[in-house]
DNA sequence: CTGAAAGCGCTTACAG
DNA sequence: CTGAAAGCGCTTACAG
């Protein structure tokens, strides 16, 4: 492999003007940056990265680490992000250093990586409310990129979609269309984003006048069909009146609700309205439902560019709070909701919170 | 961070001498050895592994490079490997750098992934018969150790199963049970594994003296309910004798098919034998369906220690014949197999090749 | 048993 | 505009 000596060598220049020449310094005369432009190309020259990195300091690697619960199936949000951002990261020179974690505590893989290895920074996933990885990496002076928010207000960079407003903007679609009677299918409630559906929800709920479900159903969308039974409970009308409509936290949720709504003969919308968050993920697609679901659209992919930019931007020495971007999902109106069914225009019973 | 020269300094010892001890050279004197080991662990002294990098030419990292195709759901096969093999690589102190392709050409990944960085090899999984990976890596000079073989003889280190033997095994049981007309829902004929489960079919059923059928169906797993389809082409008699036995390439497309024989109202094992290769993958377990499922059991966990462990020895200078297994997958009977309908005893018609 | 020295390939003040 | 030198933190022949 040709150094920079090497180039030298062949010029009669020093490795120095090359490596200035290469790296673009503006005191380098026209020619002499031509030559050693022609003389690396033509010796197929890569500059060591693990020279350079020894001497800058920085690794180029940045990692990941991946919580899965022992017997938790895959996790297609996973799959995508890891897709996009491996994609992303490499088109600014940065290597994804992925790690697996199967163990209780949150933050022992973070620290095993740091001991074992140069990482410039972390990208975190999958945020939870007072998050453990937080006030380890801070106090450890390692940057990271969070994808979503711990809190509304933090002081690290993040990247992530307004959880409120999808769960708002749903509620507030279906109170045009006539519902109070609405339901949340929510993701399992020790995430972050969850709390923050839930917040919006409620809030919306709230200003629209109308009484809150006595029970927020969870649901957790790795578990193939887990929204189905939350779904039948609610629509078989057992458990006190029906809901009108249901809000559903992803797309899986949404098709195990159309599913439990088939299965008791309930027509949709005629009978029951359903709105979902759609991360756009393959698979699963919102459209090509029967009917077409009505969602709030994020494609999970559209993450990957802000997270990695943002990452490198913070190793590179920006301020975090230059670096908190939360996006606004856009709301996508299709078959799956309509107005509200007639007879079902009384409130929930009162009894909600 | 403490470095060499800062444990040498606190001990009047030079770094080299600082060195040796750290890297257990025998040559070091106890009492030395003893008092640079507690003095690193009291500056938590850890190496700067892009120096040692650099100076040994090994970069720790080893990269995999997984194929997705643009519309393919999360292959549950990856999660699972990419999980282990972390594991694996952390407890030998490598990394494991990941990317995700989803371009045409199989080798430029590889290519782009070298001229960005320093990797020490390669992990390959998805083999294919004359896989291009292979004569690049090694043109390249690259170590790498594959997941499964392109093919029976191969000059590469690999680990995986006799998918020969994985059929071979589950034809051999059925006919000992009378089945004669037994059927292969096997996976992407692109793939060798799966045209190794079609050559060890075929040879079994020859040395059964049975008649062979006249398609092989492939069905990807990772499409769900992919193997619902030809079940039930099979199974509803239209075309032609319905097989009393059908050997499936996976526990997902196993389900597919009882799920088909159950709508066709076909009791398993009374009327049909059903025996699937099981990887043991969370979230689908062969013993939990209804009938329990009869497999051939080769947890794909199971393959990443070997390939871990093949792949740094490899790097490490041994040859690569050396390193070549291939494990047999343990036959599990249970209640999905049974002995041979009555009125099924047949053969294939004989157009069968 | 230990040290001084060279070197891995690069970057970057410091001179000129 | 270019070069000589120092240094990033480690390893490893070579001496002693």
Redesign the pocket.
């Known amino acids: 492999?040709a150094?920079?000596?090497d180039i030298g060598a062949e010029l009669?220049?020093?490795?120095?003007?090359v490596?200035?020449a290469?790296?673009g310094f503006p005191?380098?005369?026209?020619?002499?940056r031509a030559k050693v432009l022609e003389t690396a190309e033509r010796l197929g020259y890569r500059?060591?990265r693990v020279?350079?990195r020894?001497?800058?300091g920085r690794s180029g690697m940045v990692g990941m680490i991946v919580r899965i619960r022992p017997d938790m199936s895959a996790d297609q949000t996973f799959f995508e992000v890891v897709a996009g951002l491996s994609a992303e990261l490499a088109a600014r020179d940065t290597d994804l250093v992925l790690a697996v974690d199967r163990g209780d505590d949150p933050v022992a893989a973070y620290r095993r990586m740091l001991e074992r290895d140069i990482l410039d920074g972390f990208i975190l996933n999958a945020p939870v409310p007072d998050d453990p990885r937080v006030a380890f990496l801070q106090t450890a002076g390692v940057p990271f990129v969070m994808h979503g928010q711990t809190a509304r207000e933090v002081d690290y960079p993040f990247y992530g979609i307004d959880n409120r407003a999808v769960a708002g903007d749903a509620v507030d679609l279906l109170c045009a269309l006539g519902h109070r009677r609405i339901a949340l299918l929510n993701a399992e409630p020790r995430l972050a984003f969850a709390r923050d559906r839930e917040a919006g929800f409620r809030a919306a709920m709230r200003a629209a006048g109308n009484a809150l479900p006595d029970i927020f159903v969870h649901a957790s969308a790795a578990i193939p069909g887990a929204g189905y039974a939350p779904a039948i409970g609610w629509l078989s009308g057992q458990a006190g009146p029906r809901p009108t409509a249901i809000v559903c936290s992803s797309t899986l949720l949404a098709a195990d609700v159309l599913r439990a709504a088939a299965d008791l003969g309930l027509p949709v919308p005629a009978g029951l309205s359903i709105i979902a968050h759609d991360d756009a993920q393959p698979g699963l697609r919102a459209a090509e439902l029967a009917p077409p679901l009505t969602v709030t659209h994020a494609p999970l992919r559209d993450a990957c560019a802000p997270l990695a930019e943002a990452l490198i931007a913070h190793i590179g020495g920006a301020p975090a709070r230059a670096l908190q971007r939360c996006d606004r999902a856009e709301l996508i109106a299709r078959a799956s909701t309509g107005r509200v069914p007639q007879g079902g225009e009384a409130p929930w019973s009162s009894t909600g919170p």
């Not at 009669?12 to 003007?17: D, H, N, Q, R, V």
């Not at 005191?27 to 002499?32: G, K, L, M, Q």
């Open positions: 492999m150094t920079l000596k009669g220049l020093s490795p120095a003007t490596s200035r290469l790296n005191e380098v005369s026209a020619r002499t500059p060591n020279a350079q020894l001497v800058t």
